[in-house]
């Protein structure tokens, strides 16, 4: 049964830690992001990366970091400097290239107190 | 910077009638456009997608147009249904030098009553 998946669904954080968001694809695709959602807000972006060991920022990056290590894996870390990192956190893969659509895991909601 | 938005307010609508939801943008010619549906507490889910050389493009009961000098998107939903009821987003298709990245807009969150 392929998809991608995140882990865990909720996440509970004191502030001043780190906290790491999971996103595994069996979907063999290339492509994989990290979007953010807030409410009443659209997606936005993250991080993004094309293929294994390489990665760029999106338009919200500050606070944030990742890895790629392998193709099938893409773990955030929302890390203290971010100062807002309570949302909703959406990771995506795609094939590369136009033309391909973007396939969404079920999300993770991060809760700092 | 790159601007896209979609209908602001909730769109509320009888079933059976026709959605049409909106989608505008600036700053940008896109080749592509994309549409998903959004559920609550979900992630979204592709629906369609419209090249900047196609006027119209249809699935089913959905149809998307792509007006490049409007600088806009119509996407119609017909003979809508309760299990409708989703916030649907368009997304501007940066292409592959910009390593596929979508730019998304804020959402229209549709509510079709019985």
């Known amino acids: 049964d392929g998809g991608i998946t995140q882990s865990p669904k909720y996440l509970f954080r004191k502030e001043g830690q780190n906290v790491t968001l999971s996103c595994e694809q069996n979907l063999n695709h290339d492509a994989m992001y990290w979007y953010r959602q807030d409410p009443g807000q659209g997606l936005r972006l993250i991080y993004y990366s094309q293929i294994v060991n390489d990665f760029q920022k999106g338009d919200i990056a500050e606070g944030y970091s990742v890895s790629r290590e392998k193709k099938e894996s893409f773990p955030l870390t929302v890390t203290s400097a971010q100062k807002n990192p309570t949302a909703f956190y959406l990771c995506a893969s795609s094939g590369t290239g136009p033309l391909y659509e973007q396939y969404f895991g079920p999300g993770t909601r991060l809760t700092v107190t | 910077s790159q601007k896209i938005e979609q209908n602001s307010e909730a769109l509320n609508i009888q079933e059976g009638k026709t959605a049409t939801l909106t989608c505008n943008y600036t700053?940008?010619?896109?080749?592509?456009l994309q549409w998903y549906r959004q559920d609550p507490g979900r992630g979204p889910v592709f629906l369609l997608l419209i090249r900047e050389n196609e006027k119209e493009k249809r699935k089913e009961r959905l149809k998307v147009t792509f007006d490049t000098t409007l600088k806009q998107s119509l996407f119609h939903i017909t003979a809508s249904q309760p299990a409708d009821s989703a916030t649907y987003l368009c997304?501007?298709?940066?292409?592959?030098?910009?390593?596929?990245?979508?730019?998304f807009g804020q959402g229209t969150e549709l509510s079709v009553k019985p």
């Open positions: 700053n940008y010619s896109p080749a592509y």
């Open positions: 997304a501007l298709d940066m292409g592959y030098n910009q390593g596929g990245k979508l730019i």
